[in-house]
């Protein structure tokens, strides 16, 4: 199975910063990563697909970038509807989700 | 616009079996991939099965291949995931998910979610 391996768990943000999580895959897997964004007691929520593609109706602070076995999602300048958790997901062979970084004020 | 409305909460006692729908509207249901994923209360999300809602092709999760069934009513553009020897490990919440292909077959849509509870 491959792992997806996020970094950080958490991480402590204020409004207007700009922010990073990164996901390291097991073993490569091309660009086939996903972002999802998840508010407590919701579905999640397709950012970014193929490592850097947008996302229809996601606001364009969001970003992708990455390949192989190293990805990462940025935030450009956050607002307070971002606080949230965030998950990456490879589906290169099968679906594997990272753990998680849950990004608060 | 595109729709994936799941089942209400369900429990059960251990070593029974529950069966959760997600039923489909806004698009052709035969044109995507559903997933069924589960989330553990606290913990990430863990990949189940699919069903390929075309050809009836599905593939589940080599963890949880004994146990569960996924299958689907064309006729009524639902999608249906059974979990049986339900265990407490498997409290979560159930979640369906559509694969598309103009999202490099990532999961655009999903339902609102299952609460199912497994307790003695």
């Known amino acids: 199975d491959i792992q997806m391996t996020q970094s950080p768990s958490t991480l402590s943000a204020s409004v207007g910063d700009r922010v990073t999580i990164t996901c390291r895959a097991s073993?490569?897997?091309?660009?086939?990563v996903a972002w999802y964004q998840q508010k407590p007691g919701k579905a999640p929520k397709l950012l970014i697909y193929?490592?850097?593609s947008l996302q229809s109706g996601v606001p364009s602070r969001f970003s992708g970038s990455g390949s192989g076995t190293e990805f990462t999602l940025t935030i450009s300048s956050l607002q307070p509807d971002d606080f949230a958790t965030y998950y990456c997901?490879?589906?290169?062979?099968?679906?594997?989700f990272g753990q998680g970084t849950k990004l608060e004020i | 616009q595109v729709q994936l409305v799941q089942s209400g909460p369900e429990m059960r006692k251990p070593g029974a079996s529950v069966k959760v729908s997600c039923k489909a509207s806004?698009?052709?249901?035969?044109?995507?991939?559903i997933h069924w994923v589960r989330q553990a209360p606290g913990q990430s999300l863990e990949w189940l099965g699919w069903?390929?809602?075309?050809?009836?092709?599905?593939k589940y999760s080599q963890k949880i291949q004994d146990r569960i069934t996924i299958i689907r009513d064309t006729s009524a553009s639902t999608a249906y995931m059974e979990l049986n020897s339900l265990r407490s490990e498997d409290t979560a919440v159930y979640y369906c998910?559509?694969?598309?292909?103009?999202?490099?077959?990532?999961?655009?849509?999903w339902g609102q979610g299952t609460l199912v509870t497994v307790s003695s």
């Open positions: 998910a559509r694969e598309d292909i103009l999202t490099g077959h990532a999961f655009d849509y």
């Open positions: 806004g698009y052709t249901f035969t044109s995507g991939t």
């Open positions: 069903i390929n809602t075309y050809n009836n092709n599905i």
């Open positions: 073993q490569s897997i091309s660009n086939w």
């Open positions: 193929k490592a850097s």
């Open positions: 997901q490879q589906y290169n062979v099968l679906y594997t």
